[in-house]
Nanobody, 117 residues
Framework: VQLQASGGGLVQAGGSLRLSCAAS????????MNWYRQAPGKERELVAE???????IYTDSVKGRFTISRDNAQNTVYLQMNILKPEDTAVYYC????????????WGQGTLVTVSS
């Protein structure tokens, strides 16, 4: 499985960005897609998850501002980020995994999001 993340950039506080994660390869084993982020000097944290059943979870700091979605036909997962804050500045990574079998766990390269105040 290969993951290609894109859509990062520089945006002013209050603005919006949409990240994309295009997946390819043997996707039959995947039942969850995640977005993580890692800010300078901080640990990587889970931002959002969407499962094959459509269940979504979000970290508290992005609830009401970020939305994770997927396009099954395009094998792409999106992260719509609204009302961005400087503290959202981070490298964002997508992850494809199987929640039952840990050997199916793949990461994409990061895409940098910078929010200026």
């Amino acid at each position: 499985v290969q993951l290609q993340a894109s859509g990062g950039g520089l945006v002013q506080a209050g603005g919006s960005l949409r990240l994309s994660c295009a997946a390819s390869g043997s996707l039959f084993s995947i039942n969850a897609m995640n977005w993580y982020r890692q800010a300078p000097g901080k640990e990587r944290e889970l931002v959002a998850e969407i499962t094959s059943g459509g269940r979504q979870i979000y970290t508290d700091s992005v609830k009401g501002r970020f939305t994770i979605s997927r396009d099954n036909a395009q094998n792409t997962v999106y992260l719509q980020m609204n009302i961005l804050k400087p503290e959202d500045t981070a490298v964002y990574y997508c992850r494809a995994r199987n929640t039952y079998y840990q050997e199916y766990d793949y990461w994409g390269q990061g895409t940098l999001v910078t929010v200026s105040s």
